[in-house]
């Protein structure tokens, strides 16, 4: 199993999570992270870590398009392992619906 970063991560991007990860295998986008599905060794540390509740283990149902999602995008981003300020938003959108399609960017973060 694994654990992966779902859609409330957009917006948001507290990064909380990456202090905690044993074997750094967080990705940042510009506006959201990733975990990279054949590096997590599922120690599940980083799931309540994170303010907007947005990791998820794959184990619960429905969870194959959010690994594949991960898997993806990992490997065209940058790897973080630093925590950094949320974005400027992070609070008013947490927990708004269709994060997906309103917001989400392919760009890269800066990684660090
Ligand atoms: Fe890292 Fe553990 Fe979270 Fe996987 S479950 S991303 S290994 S902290
Ligand atoms: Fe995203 Fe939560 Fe980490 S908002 S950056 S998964 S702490």
């Given at each position: 199993?694994t654990y992966?970063?779902?859609?409330?991560?957009?917006?948001c991007?507290y990064?909380?999570?990456?202090?905690?990860?044993?074997?750094?295998?967080?990705?940042?986008?510009e506006n959201m992270?990733?975990?990279?599905?054949?590096?997590c060794?599922?120690?599940?540390?980083?799931?309540?870590?994170?303010p907007a509740?947005?990791i998820?283990p794959?184990t619960e149902p429905?969870?194959e398009k959010w690994?594949e999602?991960?898997?993806?995008?990992?490997?065209?981003?940058?790897?973080?392992?630093?925590?950094?300020?949320?974005?400027?938003?992070?609070e008013?959108r947490?927990?708004?619906?269709g994060k997906?399609?309103?917001?989400?960017?392919?760009?890269?973060?800066?990684?660090g």
């Amino acid at each position: 199993m694994t654990y992966i970063v779902t859609d409330n991560c957009i917006e948001c991007k507290y990064t909380d999570c990456v202090e905690v990860c044993p074997v750094d295998c967080f990705y940042e986008g510009e506006n959201m992270l990733v975990i990279h599905p054949d590096e997590c060794i599922d120690c599940g540390v980083c799931e309540p870590e994170c303010p907007a509740d947005a990791i998820r283990p794959d184990t619960e149902p429905d969870m194959e398009k959010w690994v594949e999602f991960n898997r993806k995008y990992s490997e065209m981003w940058p790897v973080i392992i630093t925590k950094k300020d949320q974005l400027p938003n992070a609070e008013e959108r947490d927990g708004e619906d269709g994060k997906m399609d309103k917001y989400f960017s392919e760009a890269p973060g800066e990684g660090g």
